[in-house]
C-alpha cells in the first residue's frame, strides 16, 4: 500500500519569502502520479501542481513548483514570494493502482502560515 | 469554482440514523470519488465509480454505501451512524481514470453525529 509522509505538521514563513514543504512517498508502481492540493480555512480542496513519475522536467504553476526526486522518492513542493492569503493547509498526494484503477492517497498535510 | 456540485453542505444527525450526501460531477467528468476528511484519520479514499460502475475501493465501512447513477451523480448513504463517523465528506471527480488526471473537489459536506 502507499503511504505518504509529510513531516512538517506546521510551517512558518514570512511573507514574500520562498518556503518547501516536504513530501516523501512510497510506492512499487512504474508509473504514477504527483500532486499537492491546498485546503484554505473555508475548506474547499485546491488543486496547485502534478508531476508525473516519468517527466523528466521539475513541473512549475506560477509560484509553485515541485522539486521532484525520483530516486530519493520525494516531491517537495516550493511556494515561491509566500502571500498571506497561502497561509492554509498543503496536501501531498500520489496516485496508486488498484484492480487496473488509480485512486489518489494524501498526506496528513501540512499548516503553513505565513506571517506580514 | 471546481464545478463539481454537493448537497448539503452541513448535516447534523443522531447515532443510529442514516443520510445521504450528494454529489454532481463537473461536466463531461465520468469519474467520481468520495473522501472522509476527519482530523485523527485525514483525508481518506472510500470509493470511486466510473461511468455508473465501481471502480475501486478504499476503507469503506460496511454501513456506508455509494452508488453513481446514469446521470453521473452520485449519492453516498451513511447508515447506524456513529459518532466516530463525524467528518467532512468531500466528493471528487476527473474525466477518466488516468493517473495524471487530477481530482476536482467540491466544497464538502460537514457531517455531525450527536
Known amino acids: 500500500a502507499q503511504k505518504i509522509t509529510q513531516t512538517q505538521p506546521g510551517m512558518f514563513v514570512q511573507e514574500k519569502e520562498a518556503v518547501t514543504l516536504d513530501c516523501t512517498y512510497d510506492t512499487s508502481d512504474q508509473s504514477y502520479g504527483l500532486f499537492w492540493y491546498k485546503q484554505p480555512s473555508s475548506g474547499e480542496m485546491i488543486f496547485l501542481i502534478y508531476q508525473g513519475s516519468y517527466d523528466e522536467q521539475n513541473a512549475t504553476e506560477g509560484r509553485y513548483s515541485l522539486n521532484f526526486q525520483k530516486a530519493r522518492k520525494s516531491a517537495n513542493l516550493v511556494i515561491s514570494a509566500s502571500q498571506l492569503g497561502d497561509s492554509a493547509m498543503y496536501f501531498c498526494a500520489v496516485t496508486t493502482t488498484q484492480g487496473g484503477s488509480e485512486k489518489l492517497v494524501f498526506g496528513k498535510g501540512t499548516k503553513l502560515t505565513v506571517n506580514p | 469554482d471546481s464545478g463539481v456540485t454537493q448537497t448539503p453542505k452541513h448535516l447534523i444527525t443522531a447515532t443510529g440514523q442514516r443520510v445521504t450526501l450528494r454529489c454532481s460531477p463537473r461536466s463531461g467528468d465520468l469519474s467520481v470519488y468520495w473522501y472522509q476528511q476527519s482530523l485523527d484519520q485525514g483525508l481518506q479514499f472510500l470509493i470511486q465509480?466510473?461511468?455508473?460502475?465501481?471502480?475501486a475501493k478504499g476503507n469503506i465501512l460496511e454501513r456506508f454505501s455509494a452508488q453513481q447513477f446514469p446521470d453521473l451523480h452520485s449519492e453516498l448513504n451513511l447508515s447506524s451512524l456513529e459518532l466516530g463517523d463525524s467528518a467532512l465528506y468531500f466528493c471528487?471527480?476527473?474525466?477518466?481514470?488516468?493517473?495524471?488526471?487530477?481530482?476536482?473537489f467540491g466544497s464538502g459536506t460537514q457531517l455531525s453525529v450527536l
Open positions: 471528487a471527480s476527473s474525466e477518466g481514470t488516468a493517473n495524471n488526471e487530477k481530482l476536482f
Open positions: 465509480y466510473y461511468n455508473g460502475e465501481e471502480r
